[in-house]
């Protein structure tokens, strides 16, 4: 897994609460994703980030905020977590200036009642 | 929006036999790469075909990539039970720093 860990691995939580989710690498690779997994729909991207403090969002965004203070840490956090944000969350690096591959972390299956 | 989409979403096949997997895009493209997940995992990059190259092998897959009617596909020869995963292209939408997924196809290999 190219030295990203994911935590938690899988959380149970209710409407409205505040959930944050962290990415960990190892290799301090400059971009880092992430990425929410549903049924039907593939993989799509939350927000992203190209450096400690710069991020952007990606296609699905509404509801989520990201930080990164260190280079080996990417946030997801969403707010207040609604039943429409129960999914599998991966996080992934990008391996390098020159080349758009990407390496993913072993996901968080998050669950909102 | 999607921007590249997988044929078929399922495929079942049996050990031994080829399997071929498709994709479209809509933009253009400077790569597109497959990916490969296998259950409750997060994704593995198989390979990589930039827009000037039609064909590229890796082992058992060979992938082609057909810009002008904007498809790709990809080749599994021989395969194992052990190929069983849902595969995904992804495109880089003509250089931008994201990747975009399509939404995969199924493969299950019967021993």
């Known amino acids: 897994d190219a030295g990203i860990t994911q935590s938690p691995r899988h959380k149970v939580t209710e409407t409205g609460t505040p959930v944050t989710l962290r990415c960990h690498q190892t290799?301090?690779?400059?971009?880092m994703y992430w990425y929410r997994q549903d049924p039907g729909h593939g993989l799509r991207l939350i927000h992203y980030?190209?450096?400690?403090?710069?991020?952007d969002k990606g296609e699905v965004s509404d509801g989520y905020s990201v930080s990164r203070s260190k280079t080996e840490d990417f946030l997801l956090t969403l707010e207040s977590a609604t039943s429409s944000q129960t999914s599998v969350y991966f996080c992934?690096?990008?391996?390098?200036?020159?080349?758009?591959?990407?390496?993913f972390g072993p996901g968080t299956r998050l669950t909102v009642l | 929006s999607q921007q590249g989409e997988e044929d078929p979403q399922a495929l079942s096949i049996q050990e031994g036999e080829n399997a071929t997997m498709n994709c479209s895009y809509k933009?253009?493209?400077?790569?597109l790469q497959w990916y490969r997940q296998n259950s409750g995992r997060g994704l593995v990059h198989l390979i990589l075909?930039?827009?000037?190259?039609r064909e590229k092998h890796s082992g058992r897959l060979r992938v082609t990539l057909d810009t002008s009617k904007k498809s790709s596909s990809l080749l599994i020869t021989a395969s194992r039970a052990a190929d069983t995963a849902s595969y995904f292209c992804?495109?880089?939408?003509?250089?931008?720093?994201?990747?975009?997924f399509g939404k995969g196809t199924k493969l299950t290999v019967n021993p």
């Open positions: 992934a690096i990008r391996s390098g200036e020159g080349t758009d591959t990407q390496y």
């Open positions: 290799e301090n690779h400059r971009y």
């Open positions: 980030s190209y450096g400690v403090k710069d991020t």
């Open positions: 933009t253009s493209i400077n790569n």
């Open positions: 075909i930039r827009s000037n190259e």
């Open positions: 992804a495109t880089d939408a003509g250089g931008s720093e994201k990747l975009v």
